[in-house]
């Protein structure tokens, strides 16, 4: 086989996906909170209050989510992802005109929308489309962006509502959106290759479309079947479980934080959450390579099994080690919850349903969330203690692993005979 040594535009598409990761996620998750004492300081209204423009935009999520996967395969991809970027720039600069706790609803609303139409639905179609090789450790570098933007984005952020205040900085973020969603909703985004005259990164006749049963890979069973024929498949409700257990184990480690400033103190705890947050950056790279290396029932195994380990470390957080051991075992544990997800979806479907399947598997993943830090606190209320909330998180995060595994095996009888390779 002949490698192709000259520059792929699928590299171009990877540095698109990681920066609208890493600019458009933080403002709904890790940095959604950044504003909350400027602003209900500012408006006088409660915590709880400005807490709920979360729940709005993640509920919206969750319900749009199979929709705006359908719309974006089947009709003009590169223009809808550009209004709604657009779109999301507005809503965000809207922010910095509200009065009152309803006008942030609103806007949150629309930002829900625009959220799950530009972010992790749309860039995963990208990467799925554009890499045939290197998928895993294209969707780990894509996914990291996350983690880097809301690390560097964090002390801007908190700088600008310093010096300038809350209403200055919602702007400066929504002229970052709209910059990044003119340059690449106009100039660089292309959703197939073929609309450039290429062919994926990696593309070659020469692989079989069908993995060898026998052998672990990360090559797509190339499952063709649409949603609705997918939907009384047995791979498919298993898919679809292993996403909310993926989504309450990941969401039940937001409530890590508060469970380590409780058994190491505050100081111990920022160190703790600091560092596993950066070794997640790595993880979520490792993962993806052995994805690539290995096959998808190792990345499977490795994935639930760390982010399980995280829960069994958690468990000896009072421990003077505890901590410390909880920093370097969920820094790898960190990467199920993000690279898995579009990699078993890719090892199961082809490229042209692909879109499709991940908008349910990430619905399901965001109604897991919706729910998990809720059980771990609901759990902490009842008993005043994590014990039990980390022992049944363990069992969550085995059953990820463990469902997704079943899926694939199941959808080994639906996956396209040929000799064709995925993405032709």
């Not at 029932?297 to 099994?305: E, K, M, N, R, T």
């Not at 909330?389 to 095996?409: C, Q, R, S, V």
């Amino acid at each position: 086989m002949k490698k192709e040594t000259r520059f792929h535009y699928a590299w171009v598409i990877l540095v698109v996906a990681s920066l609208v990761l890493g600019v458009y996620v933080p403002i709904v998750n890790s940095l959604s909170n950044s504003w909350q004492l400027a602003v209900t300081q500012d408006l006088g209204f409660s915590r709880t209050a400005f807490s709920f423009t979360g729940t709005i935009t993640q509920a919206v999520g969750i319900f749009l989510g199979p929709v705006v996967s359908y719309f974006l395969t089947k009709y003009n991809f590169k223009r809808i992802w550009t209004c709604a970027a657009i779109l999301f720039a507005l809503a965000v600069f809207g922010y910095s005109m509200a009065q009152n706790k309803y006008h942030f609803y609103i806007f949150a609303f629309i930002i829900g929308a625009a959220y799950i139409t530009t972010a992790q639905i749309p860039m995963m179609m990208l990467i799925n489309n554009w890499f045939q090789e290197k998928k895993g450790l294209a969707t780990s570098i894509a996914v990291s962006g996350i983690s880097a933007g809301g690390a560097l984005l964090s002390p801007v952020i908190n700088g600008l509502i310093g010096h300038f205040g809350w209403r200055m900085s919602y702007r400066v973020y929504a002229v970052i959106i709209l910059a990044l969603a003119v340059l690449f909703g106009f100039f660089l985004i292309y959703l197939r290759p073929e609309d450039k005259g290429l062919k994926p990164y990696g593309y070659t006749t020469e692989k079989a479309l069908v993995p060898d049963p026998d052998k672990d890979s990360n090559r797509s069973l190339g499952v063709g079947l649409t949603i609705g024929a997918s939907i009384s498949c047995s791979f498919f409700i298993f898919l679809l479980l292993g996403s909310v257990m993926n989504g309450l184990a990941n969401g039940a480690t937001l409530q890590f934080p508060p469970a380590l400033q409780e058994a190491a103190g505050f100081q111990t705890a920022g160190t703790v959450v600091s560092i596993y947050l950066l070794l997640g950056v790595f993880g979520k790279l490792l993962l993806g390579r052995i994805a690539d290396k290995y096959g998808i029932y190792h990345a499977l195994l490795v994935g639930a099994g760390s982010l399980a380990l995280s829960f069994v470390c958690m468990l000896f957080a009072g421990q003077r080690w505890g901590p410390w051991l909880v920093a370097l075992v969920f820094g790898l544990g960190l990467a199920l919850g993000s690279v898995l997800p579009p990699l078993i979806t890719s090892s199961i479907y082809n490229r042209e349903i692909y879109g499709e399947a991940y908008g349910f598997v990430q619905s399901g993943t965001q109604v897991g969330a919706a729910f998990g830090p809720l059980f771990v606190s609901y759990i902490f209320d009842a008993t005043g203690s994590y014990h039990w909330a980390w022992l049944i998180n363990i069992a969550f995060a085995l059953l990820t692993g463990f469902l997704w595994f079943l899926a694939h095996e199941q959808a080994k009888k639906h996956g396209r005979q040929g000799s064709q390779t995925v993405g032709e």
